[in-house]
């Protein structure tokens, strides 16, 4: 898979991840592309750590998908826990 493969996984991975756990988070497309790509990245590293199975490049591969949105989901957690929840601020 190419870079524009990866932006575009780092895109859809990252505004699903958004869609399950709502919020103001700050970025906008570029923080959710740089979330996506990054918890694609980090759900490939922990499938290949924890489970003992790699995740393969290819774009239409269910794997694939859910690793990148398990990890752009434990990035937004991460992050929450670090910096706050931003709908508790105005």
Do not use: C, Q
């Not at 699903?16 to 959710?32: E, H, M, Q, S, Y």
């Not at 790509?37 to 924890?50: C, E, M, Y």
């Not at 490049?57 to 992050?79: C, D, K, M, P, Q």
């Amino acid at each position: 898979m190419g870079i524009i493969g990866w932006i575009v996984l780092g895109l859809l991975a990252g505004a699903i991840a958004k869609i399950i756990l709502p919020g103001r988070d700050p970025g906008g497309l570029v923080g959710t592309t740089l979330i996506g790509i990054v918890g694609a990245f980090l759900g490939g590293w922990l499938s290949t750590k924890l489970w003992d199975k790699p995740v393969p490049h290819e774009f239409f591969n269910g794997r694939t998908w859910l690793a990148a949105i398990g990890g752009s989901l434990v990035l937004l957690i991460l992050y929450r826990i670090f910096f706050g929840d931003s709908r508790d601020r105005r």
